[in-house]
T-cell receptor
């Protein structure tokens, strides 16, 4: 079966790094995604990684994938108050054309 | 560039009333279209997805239905709403690895 697990809450101080973790169960997952949701808004695609990669960096965001342990993480460097949001991890077997399976989301609170 | 619109943004409906949420995509052709629901504390639940006009796959049995009358139009409907239908409904589209979401429609059933 497919299952994506995330911790529900994370609190960090402004300027620190945030690390949001995610585990998934489907070893055939091909793409793994991170989305950001601000209050009352839709989901914004932040980044995604193909399963044959173990790291992807995009400005302040670093995605690490441990395929053996089925563990995905999102690191946000120099966290800002504008980073406060819910972050969703998602996985897909083939591509975005296949419905994504989402975790329940991690609510990141940034303390000034 | 591609855009996705869904409406209405907010809806308050009595139990037993009908529902129609509409989603349209611009700037692309033959997208895969999706309806997700986000209920408090339950993450995102896939309700329906469509790979083409008139082709609808349902993920969860319920009193909701979906239709795709045109290539870039996806409609979520109900004949009689239940209290449990309250939530934040998100339409999304994809033509490849990336899935893009609309701004959502918040439905409150009283």
């Amino acid at each position: 079966g497919e299952d994506v697990e995330q911790s529900l809450f994370l609190s960090v101080r402004e300027g620190d790094s945030s690390v949001i973790n995610c585990t998934y169960t489907d070893s055939s997952s091909t793409y793994l995604y991170w989305y950001k949701q601000e209050p009352g808004a839709g989901l914004q695609l932040l980044t995604y990684i193909f399963s044959n990669m173990d790291m992807k960096q995009d400005q302040r965001l670093t995605v690490l994938l441990n395929k053996k342990d089925k563990h995905l993480s999102l690191r946000i460097a120099d966290t800002q108050t504008g980073d406060s949001a819910i972050y969703f991890c998602a996985e897909s077997k083939y591509s975005g054309n296949t419905p994504l399976v989402f975790g329940k989301g991690t609510r990141l609170s940034v303390i000034a | 560039s591609q855009t996705i619109h869904q409406w209405p943004a907010t809806l308050v409906q009595p139990v037993g009333s009908p529902l129609s949420l509409e989603c349209t995509v611009e700037g692309t052709s033959n997208p895969n279209l999706y309806w997700y629901r986000q209920a408090a504390g339950r993450g995102l639940q896939l309700l329906f997805y469509s790979v083409g006009i008139g082709q609808i796959s349902s993920e969860v049995p319920q009193n909701l239905s979906a239709s795709r009358p045109q290539d870039r139009q996806f409609i979520l409907s109900s004949k009689k709403l239940l209290l449990s239908d309250s939530g934040f409904y998100l339409c999304a589209w994809s033509t490849g690895e990336e899935l893009f979401f609309g701004e959502g429609s918040r439905l409150t059933v009283l």
